[in-house]
């Protein structure tokens, strides 16, 4: 693995919820320490983030400028950041063909109930999408605390798809 900024993609079919969430967390330099550089896409994106992922992001005091739903074949284009890792976060994506991404980063299935996909009222709804963020702070946490470039690359693998397996 090269020095930082390391490039993250979260994917997630809809790209409106969990990978908008993964997405603005692994920016945070309060969690990651400027360590990395994320971005988000889906498979069939919805067009637009999910307004209470949104409005999470924003109670918690992350910028949400930038966000948006988009394809991941903008990241198989030329001229798209070389990735380093692309993470899926929901069932539906880690079982699709993804494209070819240049670089042949490393890829982990981080998958987790879609908080979008909560039918109760408001709160309920709010819950899940606190949940689900508090899911992925965890995981980024551990991912942001493995000594990247000092672990053989088998390794690593090992390490990121085990943070996706163990219960939070």
Not at 32 to 50: D, E
Not at 67 to 91: H, I, M, N, Q, Y
């Amino acid at each position: 693995m090269t020095d930082a900024p390391y490039n993250v993609l979260f994917l997630c079919t809809g790209n409106s919820a969990r990978s908008i969430l993964a997405e603005a967390l692994i920016n945070d330099v309060r969690i990651t320490g400027g360590r990395f550089r994320g971005y988000s896409a889906g498979s069939k994106p919805k067009g637009v983030p999910h307004p209470l992922a949104l409005e999470l992001l924003q109670r918690i005091g992350l910028p949400i400028d930038g966000l948006r739903s988009k394809s991941w074949d903008e990241f198989a284009e030329a001229g798209a950041p070389r990735l380093d890792f692309v993470f899926t976060v929901c069932d539906q994506a880690a079982g699709e063909q993804c494209p070819y991404w240049p670089g042949q980063p490393m890829t982990a299935h981080w998958g987790m109930p879609d908080p979008a996909a909560v039918n109760g009222d408001i709160e309920e709804q709010r819950r899940a999408f606190a949940e689900t963020l508090h899911v992925l702070r965890r995981r980024i946490e551990l991912f942001a605390s493995l000594p990247l470039a000092t672990l053989d690359r088998m390794t690593l693998q090992q390490r990121v798809r085990r943070i996706g397996s163990e219960a939070p």
